[in-house]
């Protein structure tokens, strides 16, 4: 599906005033560095609803105080604003897109594959908990190790394709911002390769990266890098420890740290 070009917005900050709220259009509050909600941002793009659903873009670290009140009362992005309410989480919002939108579909229609599906959205959290709990201590190779060993081994599980599911899906959906921030970070900092003797999961990485629903919400991997050296050098230490602390914000994005150590899955 080619690309639609699309004038991103500008993130909505404390001094920003709301937009008219609930008169009819829906919206789908983001933030772009966010990887819960590339989730849905990604989408939204692959079922063509860019003229159908309005980004809003929220800056996580000034965050408006209308959207707490007015919008979301979690406080959260992602959120979906349609039909006078406004629903969140990710997964959810991933499917509820797909079953009240038109456009291609990311579910499977075979029973089987919407099974495997339910399994992999379901280790997900382990994925993300593993790799999280690696990178605040802990034998980080051996960990993230065995989990990316998992998911080359559900890559092999069928054949009709590149992808978990063969082809593209919502699998792909809910994995493909977290490998992103992972493949970044283990290699700027751990010089450690996640596709190294995993060639499906480079073969994923490579097809993945060729969906221009998910190559327009990509982060700048220069930038983040740089990003992540620039703040370790200059505004907190240099330590070891501080700088996998930091790596760990970015991941999950910088302002999100408080909500995962409260188990919350989204920002």
């Given at each position: 599906?080619?690309?639609?070009?699309?004038?991103?917005?500008?993130?909505?900050?404390?001094?920003?005033?709301?937009?008219?709220?609930?008169?009819?259009?829906?919206?789908?509050?983001?933030?772009?560095?966010?990887?819960?909600?590339?989730?849905?941002?990604?989408?939204?793009?692959?079922?063509?609803?860019?003229?159908?659903?309005?980004?809003?873009?929220?800056?996580?670290?000034?965050?408006?105080?209308?959207?707490?009140?007015?919008?979301?009362?979690?406080?959260?992005?992602?959120?979906?604003?349609?039909?006078?309410?406004?629903?969140?989480?990710?997964?959810?919002?991933?499917?509820?897109?797909?079953?009240?939108?038109?456009?291609?579909?990311?579910?499977?229609?075979?029973?089987?594959?919407?099974?495997?599906?339910?399994?992999?959205?379901?280790?997900?959290?382990?994925?993300?908990?593993?790799?999280?709990?690696?990178?605040?201590?802990?034998?980080?190779?051996?960990?993230?190790?065995?989990?990316?060993?998992?998911?080359?081994?559900?890559?092999?599980?069928?054949?009709?394709?590149?992808?978990?599911?063969?082809?593209?899906?919502?699998?792909?959906?809910?994995?493909?911002?977290?490998?992103?921030?992972?493949?970044?970070?283990?290699?700027?900092?751990?010089?450690?390769?996640?596709?190294?003797?995993?060639?499906k999961l480079a073969a994923w990485i490579e097809e993945?990266?060729?969906?221009?629903?998910?190559?327009?919400?990509?982060?700048?991997?220069?930038?983040?890098?740089?990003?992540?050296?620039?703040?370790?050098?200059?505004?907190i230490s240099g330590s070891e420890a501080a700088y996998?602390?930091?790596?760990?914000?970015?991941?999950?994005?910088?302002?999100?740290?408080?909500?995962?150590?409260?188990?919350?899955?989204?920002?």
């Amino acid at each position: 599906m080619a690309a639609v070009v699309e004038h991103l917005p500008p993130a909505l900050t404390a001094s920003s005033e709301p937009p008219p709220l609930f008169d009819g259009t829906t919206r789908l509050y983001i933030s772009y560095a966010c990887p819960y909600a590339q989730r849905v941002w990604i989408t939204r793009n692959y079922k063509g609803l860019q003229d159908k659903i309005k980004l809003v873009a929220i800056d996580l670290q000034d965050r408006p105080a209308w959207y707490k009140e007015k919008v979301y009362p979690q406080n959260k992005v992602p959120s979906l604003e349609h039909e006078n309410k406004v629903i969140g989480e990710s997964l959810d919002l991933v499917k509820y897109l797909d079953a009240h939108f038109e456009g291609p579909s990311v579910t499977p229609e075979d029973a089987a594959k919407k099974e495997f599906a339910e399994e992999l959205l379901a280790y997900t959290d382990k994925v993300n908990g593993t790799i999280y709990g690696a990178l605040k201590g802990g034998d980080v190779v051996k960990a993230v190790g065995e989990v990316f060993d998992q998911l080359e081994t559900a890559l092999g599980k069928l054949e009709d394709g590149p992808f978990f599911l063969g082809q593209f899906s919502l699998v792909d959906i809910a994995y493909a911002p977290f490998i992103e921030r992972f493949q970044l970070v283990l290699a700027d900092f751990f010089n450690y390769d996640i596709t190294e003797g995993r060639p499906k999961l480079a073969a994923w990485i490579e097809e993945i990266n060729k969906i221009a629903a998910y190559k327009v919400t990509r982060q700048d991997p220069k930038g983040l890098v740089d990003y992540f050296r620039k703040r370790t050098l200059g505004t907190i230490s240099g330590s070891e420890a501080a700088y996998v602390e930091f790596c760990t914000e970015v991941l999950y994005n910088d302002n999100s740290l408080y909500d995962l150590k409260r188990a919350d899955k989204e920002h």
